[in-house]
Structure formats: structure tokens, C-alpha cells
């Protein structure tokens, strides 16, 4: 039976109050109600006013009856309120809304397949991915973008589950479909996650692709990935992508972006590599290398940029200062104090 209090809102809810008390009592019974607040709660859904906040409730509630409400509705809602509700059965993960929805994101209302092919990716069963998959050839361009948003939410999903084999192939279904570029990247992003050492090769070359909205997605990707001991194949991924860029794989200037995303990532195997574009690199690779080197910490990079500090570029000279700046620890402090009989005036002046 119904709570006491349950009673007492239910009976407000299909009273003569007004709307608002009525929205405040759809809260409350977002926190008491029962299977027993359904029906009043599907009668406001048709409702412009009330039907986000009957929606709270059902959301919350419990139960197979507060899911059949939510499917019913669909069948006589229209516009913003079935979105709400294609949303919340998304939210409530309710498989057996799978049919309609994939009905839904078939249809010719835009706003309305979007919402469903969201609501799929949520859901994250077998039908539906399996549905998802199947309107990646859809002859409708949207139908086949909605389709490729929710593939990758679902396969996010999979990958949280542990589940990485099942997720990987479903960002390289999204990524062979006909789909537009920003999708194509979000699959890169799971493709790389949940590819293992296949998605670490996948980061790399990614660092080489033309779009650079792709670069773009591997670079956020890059920052992203475990540091340390555990991030060790990751740095190295980078470490090739920046040897491929100055091989001719790529525009050289993207090399300067990955040096920083080395930097971050507080790489302590890419120091050599760091080092030797300080070294050699062309001018504006080369400024990158030592602003990371600063960056980086290691006492290994003091010498190299105490000799860049007098170097007849000033925006190499300019970077090594700020390099130096950047150090700290016991370790280079005793180095620089070494380095205070230097004969050189711009060695003992950064000193």
C-alpha cells in the first residue's frame, strides 16, 4: 500500500491545486513515491508545464509499472515532452524501450532521433547497440550521425564495464561509416582507449592525420592516458609520433605540440629525444624542446640549456631562461652554484 505521506500527495496531485504546488508535489514524490503514483504522475506528461517535473518523479520511481508509463506516453506525445521522455527512459537504462526507440531514430523529426539514439547509447544492451550499428548505413545522413553519437556513449560504457574488445569494435564500425569528422573523432578517442597496444599504434598515427580536428582528438587523447610506470608505452606512442612528424610523415610544427604533451605528462624516458631537438631542430621545434626540457625537471637538461641561455637567437636565448626558471630541487641548485665561476656573462647572468 502507499505511504501515508504518498497518499497525502496523490491526493494534491489529482486535486484542484494549482500547477505549481502541483510541480513542488512531483518533487516530493520523486523522494516518496511508489508504483502507486504512476497513473497520476503519466496523466501530467501530455502537460507543457508539468511534464518535466512528473518526469522527475518517474525517473526516480522504482519499478517495471513507472518504464511501461514512460513507453505508453511516447505513443501520444509530441515534440519537447517526448524528448523529455525518450531522455528519461535513456536514463532509466529500460531495455525493453529498445524497439521503439530504434523506431524513433528512424523518423523524420531531427531533434527527436537525436534524442533516441542518445537514449540507446545510454540503454547499452545488446539490441540496442546492435540496432545502432545496423543505421550506421542508413541512407539518412542525420540518422547515420545520431547513430554514431550514441555507438560511441555505448561503447564508453562498454569500456567502463572492462569490456575494451567490444568497445574497440565499435568505435572502428563508427569510424568505417559514412559519418561526419567530429564523430569520426570521438571514435578515434575510443578507438585508442580501449585498442590496448593497437590503440596506442592508432595514437601515433594519428599524430600524422591530415584533419587536424583528428590530431586535434589524439593530442587531447595523449594528455589524457596514465602517467608514470603505468604510461610508459603511452609516452613513447608520442615519442614516435614526433620522430614521424620530423621524418616527413607530417607538418614538422606539430612536433612542438607533442613536446608539450611530453612536458605534461612529466615524461622522464622522452629527455633524450627533448634534448636533442634543443640541440638541432629547426628554430621553432627547437625553442619547443627547451621550453619542455624546463618543464620536464630533469638535472640532465641544466647543461643544455645553460648553453642555449647565450645562444645568438633570442627566442631560443628567451626560452632557456624561462627553462631554467622552471628547475627546482636540491640536485640543480648544487649544479648552478657549480656553475657560478662560468666565464660566460650570459651563463652567470641566468645563473
Do not use: Y
Not at 102 to 128: E, F, K, N
Not at 145 to 165: I, N, P, Q, R, T
Not at 311 to 337: C, F, K, T, Y
Request: hydrophobic residues 50%.
Amino acid at each position: 500500500a502507499a505511504s501515508a505521506k504518498e497518499q497525502q500527495l496523490l491526493a494534491v496531485l489529482t486535486g484542484d491545486a494549482d500547477e505549481a504546488t502541483k510541480a513542488i508535489t512531483c518533487k516530493q514524490l520523486a523522494i516518496v513515491g511508489s508504483s502507486h503514483s504512476v497513473d497520476a504522475l503519466e496523466a501530467l506528461l501530455p502537460n507543457e508545464r508539468l511534464a518535466s517535473w512528473a518526469r522527475i518523479a518517474l525517473e526516480a520511481i522504482p519499478g517495471p509499472e513507472a518504464s511501461a508509463a514512460l513507453r505508453r506516453s511516447t505513443a501520444i506525445l509530441r515534440g519537447r515532452e517526448l524528448i523529455g521522455v525518450i531522455n528519461t527512459l535513456g536514463v532509466r537504462q529500460d531495455d525493453a524501450a529498445v524497439p521503439l526507440l530504434l523506431t524513433r531514430l528512424s523518423g523524420s523529426d531531427d531533434a527527436v532521433a537525436a534524442a533516441a539514439a542518445a537514449a540507446l547509447g545510454r540503454i547499452d544492451g545488446a539490441a540496442a547497440v546492435a540496432g545502432l550499428e545496423a543505421r550506421l548505413i542508413s541512407t539518412n545522413e542525420k540518422c547515420r550521425d545520431a547513430a554514431a553519437e550514441a555507438c560511441v556513449v555505448a561503447g564508453e560504457s562498454l569500456l567502463a564495464e572492462g569490456k575494451a574488445a567490444e568497445a574497440a569494435a565499435l568505435a572502428a564500425a563508427v569510424r568505417q561509416a559514412e559519418v561526419s569528422e567530429q564523430r569520426k573523432a570521438e571514435a578515434l578517442r575510443l578507438a585508442i582507449l580501449a585498442g590496448g597496444d593497437d590503440g596506442l599504434a592508432l595514437l601515433t598515427e594519428s599524430f600524422w592525420e591530415p584533419s587536424r580536428r583528428l590530431f586535434a582528438m589524439a593530442v587531447t587523447t595523449a594528455r589524457s592516458l596514465p602517467r608514470g610506470d603505468a604510461g610508459l608505452a603511452a609516452d613513447q606512442a608520442v615519442v614516435d609520433g614526433i620522430e614521424g612528424l620530423l621524418a616527413g610523415k607530417g607538418p614538422d610544427a606539430r612536433a612542438g605540440v607533442l613536446l608539450d604533451v611530453l612536458a605534461q605528462r612529466s615524461s622522464k624516458q622522452a629527455v633524450p629525444l627533448v634534448l636533442r631537438l634543443a640541440a638541432e631542430a629547426p628554430q621553432p621545434v627547437r625553442v619547443a624542446a627547451i621550453e619542455a626540457a624546463g618543464r620536464l625537471g630533469d638535472v640532465s637538461v641544466l647543461e643544455p640549456l645553460l648553453a642555449a641561455v647565450a645562444d645568438s637567437d633570442a627566442e631560443v636565448a628567451a626560452a632557456a631562461r624561462g627553462g631554467l626558471i622552471s628547475l627546482s630541487g636540491d640536485e640543480i641548485d648544487a649544479a648552478l652554484i657549480e656553475r657560478l665561476q662560468s666565464e660566460s656573462p650570459a651563463v652567470l647572468a641566468a645563473v
